[in-house]
């Protein structure tokens, strides 16, 4: 059984880390066979906590395909589904393979009815804002979630991308449980922007997207001199050391990496049962991680 944290106010505890479904459907991405097994796995070792979206998938006719993907995963699956909860977002487009946002109450609303096809669900357990669209004011955005939370569509409201402020404007509309929000070592805005810290003051769960780096740059951890030496006192590797700095940040922070493989995947796992000293997380503070 995994460590367990806070979703966020009022919402159910989850594993310590979760996974997130993007490399499954993107670019690159294995057969639904060898997707299947992966979440699978996951499932099977304790992960509570899946995150997905619409537009991980290809592009504009691919819409949902990570949905669907995580759908069959758990209708497949011999566990309880009751106690895990599936996050998927609204708010962006792939027009042709691009990444654009669509804030527009209107297209949220779609989005929201594709998305519970998708899933194979009445209601989306955990549904997420992806990212704030500057040609659409926030809270008519934040409007269009709420309308769908009153009827009984969304079970809990999250954010991504978003500000301290962003996050306070949010819940003046309506309950958020969680913020998804990049960082890792490489990139640690989130903590020097005050958005850890706020959330942790809120008891609002932080779901730390890209926890090892992400792309090329988690490439760089298994020859970054402190995570490996600190992966060879704790009999563990670079990017469990990377993982377990990340959850230490705060205490409703939630990594929620993203993998192709079982490998992988158990590697993340694992690293909820990680802690670092004072000393070690001062370390990694300390530390270049060059993105060059």
């Not at 589904?81 to 946002?101: F, N, Y």
């Not at 049962?273 to 001062?282: V, Y």
């Not at 370390?283 to 991680?289: K, L, V």
């Amino acid at each position: 059984m995994l460590h367990t944290r806070p979703l966020g106010p009022n919402a159910p505890a989850v594993s310590a880390i979760g996974y997130g479904g993007m490399h499954l459907s993107v670019t690159d991405r294995p057969t639904e066979s060898d997707a299947l097994r992966v979440i699978h796995a996951a499932l099977d070792h304790g992960v509570t906590l899946l995150d997905t979206a619409d537009v991980y998938c290809l592009d504009h006719s691919d819409i949902g395909h990570n949905e669907r993907l995580f759908a069959k995963a758990l209708a497949t699956w011999g566990g309880d589904r009751s106690q895990v909860v599936l996050a998927t977002k609204a708010g962006m487009i792939r027009p042709d393979g691009r990444w654009e946002r669509d804030g527009r109450p209107a297209h949220i609303t779609q989005a929201c009815e594709r998305s519970l096809a998708a899933l194979g669900t009445d209601t989306i357990d955990l549904y997420q804002f992806h990212a704030p669209d500057p040609k659409v004011p926030f809270a008519e955005s934040l409007g269009a979630f709420k309308a769908l939370r009153d009827v009984g569509k969304i079970r809990f409201v999250g954010v991504s991308n978003v500000t301290v402020a962003q996050i306070e404007e949010a819940r003046a509309i309506v309950p958020i449980v969680s913020v998804q929000n990049r960082l890792n070592p490489f990139f640690r805005e989130a903590i020097e922007a005050g958005v850890v810290a706020h959330c942790a003051a809120h008891g609002i769960g932080f779901l730390a997207y890209s926890p090892v780096g992400g792309g090329r740059l988690n490439k760089k951890l298994p020859t970054h001199p402190l995570a490996v030496a600190l992966g060879e006192r704790h009999g563990a590797t670079a990017h469990q050391i990377v993982l377990a700095w990340v959850r230490a940040q705060g205490p409703t922070v939630i990594p929620i990496p993203s993998a192709r493989s079982i490998q992988h995947t158990l590697d993340s796992v694992h690293a909820a049962a990680l802690t670092l000293s004072e000393d070690e997380l001062g370390a990694i503070d300390r530390a270049e991680f060059s993105r060059a």
